[in-house]
Structure formats: structure tokens, C-alpha cells
């Protein structure tokens, strides 16, 4: 079979495999398998909340934290912020925190309508529009997830989308940020 033929017949194949709705491909994996587990020491670093207030780790002494790096124009960062809401609701109890550091350049004012429009509720809004919280974390793409444990270490980072209040990811969490 000539290579010609071959891409005609494996063109469909593809087309149908991509075409496939977000929520057919991503219930197939919750995402764990991205998870990779390693101790690291904290980074120095910063990053904003909505009223250009500057916060550190130290602003969550004595909390674990899942800092998510993401964007507005980022379709698997949109995709997974409604699973970060109800997961903040889900470990808030566990004094764990969900920070989602909006890389955005346009701020509060592209983030905000962004919330309303989802609907997030639970999520702060924090803001990373220069990337250096990101560059310290040595991000190399978004989304990219960082979990810290309550000594303020990372124990993990996933990297691309998740299903973050699936059942098995948040016992992960738990277990991780322990």
C-alpha cells in the first residue's frame, strides 16, 4: 500500500479521534497518570491577589497548597478551572488551599468576567501576568500544577489537564499535601 493511500485511510481515523467532545476524551483519564511525584525545596517567589496585594508561601503558613499556573486563552487550563472550584470547596476543610495563578497580562480585568462567566465561586482570583512565580517553578507549559505539602515543600506537579474533583485525584491531594 503506497504511502498515499495510507494517509487517506488513517485521515478519518484521526479526524474522529480529535473531533471527540472534551468530556468523552477526559473522562477515559482523570489525569493521574501525568501526576510525577518528586521532593523538592520551595522556590522564592510571588504572585498577586485581585487587589494588587503581594502574597508569598509565607501568606499560607501552615497550609498546603495547589498552585495552578493557567490562562484564559489556554483551552485545558479553561477546561479543568471548574473541577479546581469544587476541589477548593472538597479540601478547604483539609486546610488545603487552591491558589490559581492567572498568567494573564490583562489581570483582574480579563480574569474577573472570566469567573462570572464560569461561574467560579470558590477560587481566588491571583494574578501571575509577568510569569515570574511561573519561571520560578521552572513552568514549561499550561497548565502546569504544583502540589506543596504543609512544611512547604513540592511533592508532585502535573503537568497539562487533570480532573481535579475526581474521586482518586483528590485522595492524591490528600495524601500528598500531607
Excluded at 17 to 44: C, I, V
Excluded at 48 to 73: C, H, K, P, Y
Excluded at 111 to 121: A, H, I, K, T
Aim: net charge positive.
Amino acid at each position: 500500500m503506497n504511502l498515499s493511500l495510507k494517509r487517506r485511510l488513517a485521515a478519518p481515523a484521526l479526524f474522529a479521534a480529535l473531533s471527540l467532545p472534551r468530556p468523552a476524551r477526559a473522562a477515559a483519564d482523570n489525569g493521574l497518570r501525568k501526576l510525577r511525584e518528586a521532593q523538592r525545596p520551595l522556590p522564592e517567589f510571588q504572585f498577586f491577589d485581585e487587589a494588587g496585594a503581594t502574597l508569598t508561601a509565607a501568606s499560607f503558613q501552615g497550609r498546603a497548597m495547589v498552585i495552578n499556573f493557567w490562562a484564559t486563552w489556554c483551552p485545558p487550563c479553561v477546561a479543568e478551572m471548574p473541577a479546581f472550584d469544587r476541589a477548593q470547596t472538597a479540601l478547604r476543610d483539609a486546610g488545603i488551599a487552591i491558589l490559581p495563578l492567572s498568567s494573564d497580562r490583562g489581570g483582574v480585568a480579563q480574569v474577573r468576567p472570566f469567573y462570572e462567566r464560569v461561574g467560579l465561586r470558590h477560587l481566588p482570583i491571583l494574578l501571575d501576568p509577568r510569569g515570574a512565580a511561573a519561571r520560578a517553578f521552572g513552568v514549561r507549559g499550561l497548565p502546569t500544577t504544583v502540589i506543596i505539602n504543609r512544611a512547604h515543600q513540592e511533592t508532585a506537579r502535573l503537568e497539562g489537564e487533570a480532573i481535579w474533583d475526581d474521586a482518586d485525584v483528590l485522595a492524591a491531594v490528600r495524601r500528598l499535601t500531607a
